[in-house]
Each structure stands twice: as C-alpha cells, then as structure tokens.
Antibody, heavy 119, light 110 residues
Framework: QVQLEQSGAEVKRPGASLKVSCEAS????????IHWVRQAPGQGLEWMGWINPKSGGTNYGQKFQGWVTMTRDTSINTVFLELSRLTSDATGVYYC????????????WGQGTLVTVSS | QSELTQPPSASGTPGQRVTISCSGSTSNVGGNTVNWYQHLPGTAPKALIWSTHRRPSGVPDRFSGSKSGTSASLTISGLQSEDEADYYCATWDDSLNGFVFGTGTRVTVL
C-alpha cells in the first residue's frame, strides 16, 4: 500500500535551518509528483510547492520562494523539504502529499511533521 | 498567492443537509476539477471528493460534490456526529502552476 513516512517533530531557534524528510513506499517513486502543504497554528492548509522526483524539477509558491528548497534522493525514495533562515512564522505542521493525475488531485498524505521555531 | 473562498463555519443537526461553497476564478475552479478534504485535529487530511464528483473508496455516499462556473460545493446529506471537522476545497491553479486551497470551513454538529 502507498505510504509516505515523514521525519519527526523539530524545535529550532530563529535563524536556523532544518530538513524534513518524506520516504515513499508502495508505488513507483519517480511516477508521481510530491507536494508540500503547511498548516500554521490556527490557520488553514497552504500549498507550498512541488517536486518532480524523476527530474528534480521544482516549483514554489511565491510566499515560500527564497527560504524553501525541495530535493529528492531517488536511491532511497525520499524527498526533502529544507527550510532556511527560520522565523516564528515558519511554525506549523508540514505535510508531504502525492499528486495523482488519475484523480486530478492530492491522494496520499504523510502523517505531518510539527516544526516549532522559538527562541 | 491566491486562495479559494469558503464560509468559515457551517452547522446542522444530525440528519440535516449541509452545503459548503468554494469560490475561485477562471484560472482555478473555473478551469479545473475540484477536490475536497476532511481534516480532523492531529491527523492528516482525508480525501472526500476527487475530480469534482468522484468519491474515493470507503467514503460514504452522503458526501457529494458539484461545480458551476467558478464555484464548487460539497454537500453532506444526512449529517452525522462524526462529520464534525474542518473541510477544505482544493484545485489546480493554472497561473500558479500548483494547487490552491480553500480558506476552510468548520462544520459543527449541533
């Protein structure tokens, strides 16, 4: 069965960087784009961007350009979300999500990774 | 970054019908299919509707979706206590070259 397993919760100081991982299993990794979605405390779901696991190509939402980087390692079927120059505004739960062309939407979600930025 | 507009809240008694609207533009809702997600605290969002009308396997048939022009709707027919959750619409945005989510609607079962 399709699974997206994310790394555990993180607590970081302002100005630091961190990398969240998302390991895919149960399907051909390179065949499906992975998106990242954030939920800040008390806020709704927010699309951050996508990565094409086959080519490594990416596209980021305007709000996330300059401090978010998405990469992948095809040898371990894993995509990474790197957040840099963290501020308290980066606090939230981050989800990796698979996109399926068959359903024209986001079908399988990771369990979420809580990121807390605090001094 | 654009968002789709949803009412912040909706409510009903058990058995009632509740409809949630999702308003967008020609670059998103108007030109693409719409998905709906149910989000319970502490869990990952769950897909309720794909491609505007389709229910994933296991989703009860009391959930249905529709679209007209640049607006879409999710209807819960026969509201149940376990339907109390946050609901989000989402669709592809051609201008963004990515997905856009609705602002979210909290459904309360009275």
């Amino acid at each position: 069965q399709v699974q997206l397993e994310q790394s555990g919760a993180e607590v970081k100081r302002p100005g630091a960087s961190l990398k969240v991982s998302c390991e895919a299993s149960g399907y051909t990794f390179s065949d499906f784009y992975i998106h990242w979605v954030r939920q800040a405390p008390g806020q709704g779901l927010e699309w951050m961007g996508w990565i094409n696991p086959k080519s490594g190509g990416t596209n980021y939402g305007q709000k996330f350009q300059g401090w978010v980087t998405m990469t992948r390692d095809t040898s371990i079927n894993t995509v990474f979300l790197e957040l840099s120059r963290l501020t308290s505004d980066a606090t939230g739960v981050y989800y990796c999500v698979r996109e399926s062309k068959a359903v024209a939407g986001l079908d399988y979600w990771g369990q979420g990774t809580l990121v807390t930025v605090s001094s | 970054q654009s968002e789709l507009t949803q009412p912040p809240s909706a409510s009903g008694t058990p058995g009632q019908r509740v409809t949630i609207s999702c308003s967008g533009s020609t670059s998103n809702v108007g030109g693409n299919t719409v998905n709906w997600y149910q989000h319970l605290p502490g869990t990952a969002p769950k897909a309720l509707i794909w491609s505007t009308h389709r229910r994933p396997s296991g989703v009860p048939d009391r959930f249905s979706g529709s679209k007209s022009g640049t607006s879409a709707s999710l209807t819960i027919s026969g509201l149940q206590s376990e339907d109390e959750a946050d609901y989000y619409c989402a669709t592809w945005d051609d201008s963004l070259n990515g997905f856009v989510f609705g602002t979210g609607t909290r459904v309360t079962v009275l």
